[in-house]
């Protein structure tokens, strides 16, 4: 608390009339109306100024009569006793209607201005003034509406009372038929004002509610008419449990935003069901509304009631909604959202097992659920775009949904709902960026493993090599034992007619099936090996007959190539290459050893070779498959 606020406690501790144990809901009356003559007894006032007409009232005999025959007015029993006046139902019998009477306990005057602000203020949620008068003893008699009902403070302290059904079946439930209520007190206030009103004593207490739902703001005894000076200039007036901070620290200097502070402090009680300020002692709890501090409400208050109450409760006027008609249209605004408001909660319903780790997120179950959440949540944004609840279940949504999407390794589906949060999630961008790493290694290996052989083409390439081994030895068979192109004797014509054909056979086999035996690494090396190997095989014949060797010596020379290149073969793809290797050694051995078996040796070392290499790939291929 202020220094200044110290003063001002200081300075209501000597001029309130009331205890300092006096309760927080009790009403503050001027000082005027706090006397009392010898003995306790209230003192009553007659009227000196302004004109009243008679009115003639009796009260009835125990038989039911009027005791004064001539009477319009039969007093017939109590309604209640407040602070300033007492009120009797009476008959009214030239109109045969029961209505309400109300004769001060004190200053006949404030009676007097209690009727004409209330005359002033005609309004459905006004009590109708019917008659003001004089009675015998030239006191005033105040003649209303007589309302049967319940006050709006039993209703909220009982939620049993016998109206609530009545309400609940006008207004649809609980809450919406104390918020209803609560706009209607408004609507009272915003005519009010217009008059120049200030109510000063807005409170549930003071709030009617009538056997159909009609609502009536009542007590008007302590309401200030702007346009005409206080009674008593500094006197401190209306319910410490409610105050604004200005009718304690200045109560002289009060408008129509003060009522909207009571509006706010009365919505603060529909809401806590607690008074707004409550403190151990008066003094206490005008501190409290002096300060008028933002109050944290629960998470089950409507946030957009919780702004309201707190907006509506500034301490600095200018801060809380400029009129009682904003406050009504908040509350309308309220009602209006409430619908979306209740689709979040269905949206948090359905993200629930997904929260708590009932569910999975990466399982197929979740889904769905995060579907029906973020159709939920759509909806509630189209209905209330401002809701900032609407808006954190939309977060939590967004966050909910990437973490399925790493979850399930989508982080292109991550990136998009990640670029919809309203603030930036450095945690959830590193982890997209680590997996998009994840990812793009994964693909430049399956890229890799694509270009290496897998036992799906083991087939093709086995087949691919028998399929040349066949004709590659049928010609050579034909040639080298039919005597065609110089009969068995191997020449060096059938050897270039051989070379040429084996070449062109294998040089047309890839061709043909070029599609498949070039679709990968494994594939090409393997196409390559074999196309080289040949045309290696054509050219080394032909360069040793170029240079005079005869056929044995260019075979041998050949044969020795080929042990190189399977040796190399070996290293290079595949163990297997080696027995190719020392075949072909073998051969070229047994060529140089006996040239006489030429067509013998060089057609078995064709076979030899051929296996070899087939055997070769094999391997290749089922290592390359197995890695």
């Given amino acids: 608390m202020s220094s200044d606020d110290r003063a001002v406690i200081d300075r209501l501790r000597a001029t309130t009339h009331l205890r300092s144990d006096a309760p927080p809901d009790a009403t503050i009356r001027p000082a005027h109306e706090a006397q009392t003559l010898a003995g306790g007894r209230k003192r009553t006032s007659t009227i000196t100024g302004p004109f009243l007409p008679s009115i003639t009232l009796s009260e009835a005999t125990t038989d039911g009569t009027a005791a004064a025959p001539s009477a319009d007015l039969l007093v017939t029993s109590l309604l209640g006793e407040g602070g300033m006046g007492v009120v009797h139902m009476a008959t009214q019998r030239s109109l045969d209607r ?97 008059r120049g009103i200030v109510h000063r004593d807005v409170k549930p207490e003071n709030v009617m509610v009538g056997e159909f739902g009609e609502v009536y703001l009542l007590d008007w005894g302590i309401a200030r008419r702007l346009d005409q000076p206080a009674i008593e200039t500094g006197s401190i007036v209306g319910t410490p449990g409610y105050m604004a901070p200005e009718m304690v620290a200045s109560p002289d200097d009060v408008d129509a935003r003060t009522d909207v502070y009571l509006l706010g402090a009365t919505l603060h009680e529909i809401l806590t069901h607690t008074l707004r300020h409550r403190g151990s002692s008066l003094y206490e709890t005008l501190g409290l509304a002096l300060e008028s501090a933002p109050i944290t409400y629960d998470a089950s208050v409507p946030e957009d009631l919780a702004a309201l109450a707190n907006a509506a409760t500034q301490l600095d006027r200018s801060a809380r909604p400029k009129s009682a008609a904003a406050f009504r249209t908040a509350l309308r605004e309220h009602e209006r959202h409430r619908e979306a408001l209740g689709m979040v909660q269905d949206a948090r319903a359905a993200m629930a097992p997904l929260a708590d780790g009932t569910i999975p997120v990466a399982d197929e179950r979740a889904m769905p659920l995060l579907a029906e959440a973020g159709a939920s949540i759509a909806a509630a944004l189209r209905a209330h775009p401002d809701g900032a609840s609407i808006r954190a279940a939309r977060e939590e949504h967004l ?184 075949t072909s050694f073998a051969i070229a051995c047994l060529l140089v050893a006996h040239p006489e078996h030429v067509i013998l040796l060089s057609t078995t070392g064709m076979i030899a070779v051929l296996s070899a290499v087939v055997g070769g790939v094999v391997g290749y291929a089922q290592r390359q498959a197995r890695q």
């Fill in 399 to 582: 966050v909910m949904s990437i973490e399925r999407d790493l979850a399930i390794e989508s982080p292109a589906a991550a990136r998009a709902h990640l670029g919809q949060l309203s603030a930036a999630r450095a945690d959830l961008a590193q982890r997209i960026t680590e997996l998009e790493e994840k990812l793009a290694r994964a693909r430049s290996s399956a890229a890799a493993l694509a270009e290496l052989d897998t036992s799906s083409t083991i087939r093709l390439r086995t087949l691919a090599l028998l399929g040349a081994f066949v004709p590659i030895v049928a010609a050579t068979l034909l040639v080298r034992t039919t005597g065609i192109l110089g009969g068995a004797v191997m020449t060096p014509e059938s050897m270039v007619w051989t070379d040429r054909t084996t070449l062109a056979l294998v040089a047309l086999g890839l061709w043909f099936w070029r599609a498949r035996m070039f679709a990968n690494r494994g594939n090409r090396n393997v196409s390559w090996f074999g196309l080289v190997g040949f045309a290696a095989v054509a050219v080394s014949n032909q360069v040793g007959l170029a240079m005079g060797e005869t056929v044995p010596q260019a075979l041998a020379h050949t044969y020795v190539l080929l042990a190189y290149g399977f040796a190399v073969g070996s290293i290079w793809m595949h163990p297997r290459f080696v027995l190719g290797s020392l």
């Fill in 98 to 194: 029961s209505v309400a009477v109300k004769r001060p306990l004190e200053s006949g005057e404030s009676l007097v201005e209690e009727a004409r602000t209330m005359a002033r203020v005609e309004h459905p949620n006004v009590v109708p003034v019917h008659a003001l008068g004089r009675d015998a003893r030239d006191r005033p008699v105040l003649v209303m509406k007589r309302v049967q009902g319940a006050s709006f403070r039993d209703l909220l302290r009982d939620e049993a009372h016998a109206s609530w059904p009545t309400l609940i079946a006008r207004w649809g439930d609980r809450d919406r038929a104390a918020l209803g209520i609560l706009g209607e007190v408004a609507d009272a206030l915003e005519l009010a004002h217009a």
